[in-house]
C-alpha cells in the first residue's frame, strides 16, 4: 500500500491523496481537483468503489492495490459499465506512471486504477495490462492492452459487450443528428409524393420485424410518415392493389409451406381475382424459411422452403405485377440464419428507393428499434412507459418496448390465435390478454393463498388456474385494464409476480413430494430455497410504482426534488442477465424438479437424518431452435458440494459469472448453459470459487429414483396427512377447480398446498380431523389422487406446455392435444400389458422446451399445426436426454410407430427396467451422451 501511494505521489507530484473513500468522496464535492484514495483489492472494497463511481463523483481517483493471488481484473473492467470513466490495470512499477498520470489528467469522470504486485501475478501467464480512457473513443483506440495475450475473461467482456451499456449509446446516432441526417436526405428527394406500402405475414414476428425496419427506413430516408404503411397482409383490401405504385412484402413460413394467419386471407382473395390488372404496380418480396425444416435434404424441405413468398410472386406476376427487384430469401439455416439474406436483400432495395443512407435507428409507431440490452439500460430499471401505457385504454396492447420490460415483472402480453383471423377480417386489433405469473418458491402457499387465486382467475382472467412446470400458477387472459387490480388482489393476499419471468433468477424450485424425509427437515430445505430466491431477487422498486402504489403515497414515493430517488441493483446493474436464470433443489431420492435442466441446482445431501449441504450442478438447459445446430439442450454439472448456509451465495457466484460473461449479442445464446459449453464446467468453477473467496468441496453421494408426483396419501411424522393429486397437465377448471376451493375452505388456518414440477397438486398438513371431509370432496368430485383414479401410467406422468392459442412461439398444440394422444396410446398400452407402467411423456408446441420435453422417455415437439418431432430414450430419474427418433409425423404416424414398440417393452423388458433404458438397451435408439450430439446422435 505504502509502495503504491508513493509511486503515485512520484507520478502525479500534486496528488491530494485522502485516508478513506469517504473523505476522497467528500472532497470531491469541493471541486478542487482529482481527490485520490489508495485501497486494497477485496470484495468489500471493490462494492464500495462501485456504489461511488455510480453516484456519479466526478472528480474521484482510487488505486486499488492488490496483494495476494489470484488477481481478478473482471469487477475493475465493470467500471466502464457506467460511461466514463477512466479504467487501468498495471503491475506495480515503473509502468504504472502511464495509467496513473493518465488517471490524474482524466477530468470527465471518475478515474479507477488496478496495481497488482508482481508477487500476487507470478505465474498468471495471461495477466492482462490494459488501459481505458474515453476520451480516445473518437479514434477507435479507448481500449488498450500491452502484449499480444488478452485474459480470457477480458477478451470475452468486450468480445460480448457485456454491461457496457456506454457502448450502445455511443453507436446510437443523437436525436437530432438523426433528425438532421433526415433533413438533408428529405431535401434532397425530388418526388415528395411517392409512397410505399410494406405488408407482411407473420407468426413468431421475424417477417413482422423485417416489414418493420423497411418502414423506418423509408421514414428516415425522407418519405412522408404519411405515405409509409406498414400492416398486415389480412388488413390491405385486395382490390385496391391496383392503385399502389408500390407493395414491399416480407412473407414468412407456416407449417408445411402455408401462409401465416395473418397473410392466408389475403393470398387466397388474390388468387381468386383474376380480373385484377396490376401493371402499374411494382412489388418485391422477401421471403422467410428453413430450407432444412422438413429434413436436411429432402424433397419436403426443398418444396416448402419459403413456398408462400415464391408463390405469391408467382402470383402478383401473373396479375401483371412488376417486380422491381428479384424476390430475397432468409433462411433459418444460415449463420445469422434469417438476418444474412434480409442483410443483403435490403441493401439492394434501400438503394433503389434512395434511403440507403439514411440511420434506421428512427421511432415512429412500427419498433421494434432496439435491442433487449438496449431496452433495459434505458428504461429506468424496468420501469419504461408501462404505467401510463396500462392506463390506456384506446388498445388492448402495450408497446413493444413495454412487452419486454413486463416480463420481469411476471407477465407476458399474447393474443387470441384462434380469433386472429376473424378479428383482421372485422378490422379490429387482435383479441390481446396478458399472461401473469405468481412468485411462489418451492411451490407452497396456504389454503387462503389458494382461494384468493381461484377469485383472482374467476374475476379478471379466464376462469381457470394453470399450474406450471415452474412449480407455481399462472393466469390468462386478463384484460389490460385489468393488470393492476389483477396485481394488487395478489399483493393483498401477500402473493407477488416480481421475477416470475424476465432476464432474472427466476421462481426457485424445491421437492414437493413429502415422502422423502421427515417433514422438519423439508421444512428447513425449503427454508433454503426461500434464501436463495430472496438473495437473488432484483431490487428495483419499479413492480411497485407500476402495479401496486397509487395517489399520493404514489407521488411521494416517486418524486424527490422532482425526480425518482437514485436506485441500486447489486447483483444485476443496468443491464440485469443475458437471459433468465433458473434454480432448482432436489431432495433425493427424488428428482421431480428435473434439476439437470436448469442453468443451477442444488442436490441435499442428507446424513443420519441432518442436512450437511448441497451438491452444486450448474449448466443445465433445455430450450433450441429447430435445425439451428449452435443452438442444443444441456445437462447440468454436478461441480461441489457447499454447506447449507453457502447455498445463496453460490447460487449469487453463478449468477455473476452469467452476468459477465453470458452471450449479450444473441438470446438463442445467452443462457448459462452457453457459457458452461464454451469455457468448460472447470473454468467456470474456478470462477465461481474466486467471487467466493474459498473453494468448493467435493461433491458427495447421491441417488434419485424417480422424478414422478405422489398420488395418494401419506401420514407424515408430525401426525398431519398430506395427499398428491393429479391435476391433467396442470389446468385447474371445472370439477377439479371447485373440489380444490371447497378443501381450501375446509383447510383455512390449518393446511396448505404445495404445486408440483409436474403440473399437479399435493395437499399439506391435512390435520387427522379433516382428511374423511378431504377424501370425501375428491371421490365426490372425481378428482384423480391414487393409483386406481390417475388411470394410467402414462396420464400420471405427462407434461404439456400451455401453447396454442395463447402462446406466440408455438408451431402446434400442446395442453389442448395431449390427453387425447394419451388416450390412444392408453388403449395400445393396455393391449401390451404396460398400462400401469410409469412413462414419461411430454409435449411443447415449440422447441422452447417449457414442458421440458427433452428428458423425457417420449418427447413431442411441435413443428407445424398436427405435426411433431419425436424423441425417445431419456432415462425415467432424469439424467439422459432423449434422441431423435421421428420427424415430422402426425398423430397416426405416432401410434403406428409406438405400438409395435410399446409390444416388445412388454414382452422383452427386464424386471425393474425403465421405458427409456428399455430403449437404449434394445438399440431402438442411441442413448444422448451429451447435449453437444443432439444433432448428430439420431442415426440408430
Known sequence: MDRATVLLRQACKDAKVHSSLAAATSACTEGAGKQWVTLALTKESLAEVHVAISQGTGQLAVLLVATTAPVSQIEVLRAMEYGGVYVASAELGAGAATALTEAASFTDGPSLVLLAEPAALKGDENWTAFRYDPRREDAGNAFTAEGDRVRKEIQGFLSRQNLLTLIAKKTLPSAAAADAESGELSAGLADASKTVTILYSSDTGHAEECAKAVARQCRNGGFASSAVRCATMDSFDVGALASEPLIVFAVATAGKGEFCGNGRSFFTKLSERSDLNLKDMKYCIFGLGDSHYWGKGTEDSKINFAKPARDLDTLLEERGAVRMLPTGFGDDQDVDQYHTGFGEWKSQLYSRLGVDQAAAGGGGDDGPVKTDEQIKVETKQLRGSMKESLDDITTGQIPFQDTKLIKSHGSYQQDDRDLREERQKMGVENAFSFMIRVRLPGGYCTAEQWLAMDDICEKFANGTLKITTRQTWQVHGVLKRDVKDTMRAMNKACMDTVAACGDVCRNVLCTSRPDVCSKALHEEILHYTYNIHDHCLPRSGAYHEIFLMQGDEMAEKTQIMGSTPVEEEPLYGLTYLPRKYKVAVAIPPSNDVDLFAHCAGFIAIIEGGKLQGFNVAVGGGLGFTHNNQKTHPRLAD???????????????????????????????????????????????????????????????????????????????????????????????????????????????????????????????????????????????????????????????????????????????????????????????????????????????????????????????????????????????????????????????????????????????????????????????????????????????
Not at 451465495?649 to 452457453?674: P, Q, S
Not at 371431509?773 to 407434461?799: A, P
Open 638 to 940: 454436478v461441480i461441489g458440494f457447499c454447506k447449507p448456509s453457502d447455498a445463496k451465495y453460490v447460487c449469487e457466484c453463478i449468477l455473476t459469472v452469467a452476468r459477465d460473461f453470458g452471450d449479450r449479442t444473441g438470446r438463442k445464446h445467452a443462457r448459462v448453459k452457453y457459457t458452461v459449453e464454451d469455457y468448460g464446467a472447470e473454468w467456470f468453477k474456478e470462477q465461481i470459487e474466486d467471487r467466493l473467496g474459498f473453494k468448493l468441496e467435493t461433491a458427495r453421494p447421491y441417488k434419485f429414483e424417480h422424478r414422478g408426483d405422489l398420488h395418494g396419501w401419506k401420514k407424515c411424522d408430525d401426525g398431519t396427512w398430506s395427499c398428491g393429486l393429479l391435476v391433467p397437465i396442470g389446468r385447474v377448471k371445472d370439477n377439479s377447480r371447485v373440489c380444490l376451493r371447497k378443501i381450501a375452505q375446509e383447510l383455512k388456518g390449518k393446511g396448505a398446498f404445495r404445486m408440483t414440477c409436474n403440473q399437479s397438486v399435493v395437499l399439506e398438513s391435512i390435520p387427522e380431523a379433516k382428511k374423511a371431509v378431504v377424501q370425501k370432496l375428491l371421490e365426490e368430485y372425481k378428482v384423480m389422487h391414487s393409483q386406481e383414479t390417475t388411470v394410467s401410467g402414462l396420464r400420471r406422468n405427462m407434461v404439456a406446455c400451455v401453447a396454442l392459442p395463447t402462446c406466440p412461439l408455438a408451431f402446434a398444440e400442446a395442453e389442448r392435444y395431449l390427453p387425447t394422444l394419451v388416450e390412444r396410446l392408453e388403449v395400445v398400452a393396455e393391449k401390451c400389458g404396460i398400462g400401469q407402467q410409469d412413462i414419461v411423456i411430454r409435449m411443447t408446441g415449440c422447441p422452447n422446451s417449457c414442458g421440458r420435453p427433452s428428458m423425457a422417455e417420449i418427447g413431442f415437439i411441435g413443428k407445424a399445426p398436427g405435426t411433431y418431432n419425436m424423441y425417445l430414450g431419456a432415462d425415467f430419474v432424469g439424467h439422459r436426454l432423449n434422441t431423435l427418433y421421428a420427424e415430422s409425423i402426425s398423430e397416426d404416424q405416432i401410434i403406428k410407430i409406438l405400438t409395435p414398440i410399446f409390444g416388445r417393452y412388454g414382452k422383452e423388458r427386464e424386471k425393474g427396467e425403465a421405458f427409456g433404458d428399455f430403449l437404449v438397451r434394445t438399440k431402438i435408439v442411441k442413448p444422448m451422451k451429451d447435449g453437444r450430439d443432439w444433432w448428430t446422435t439420431p442415426e440408430v
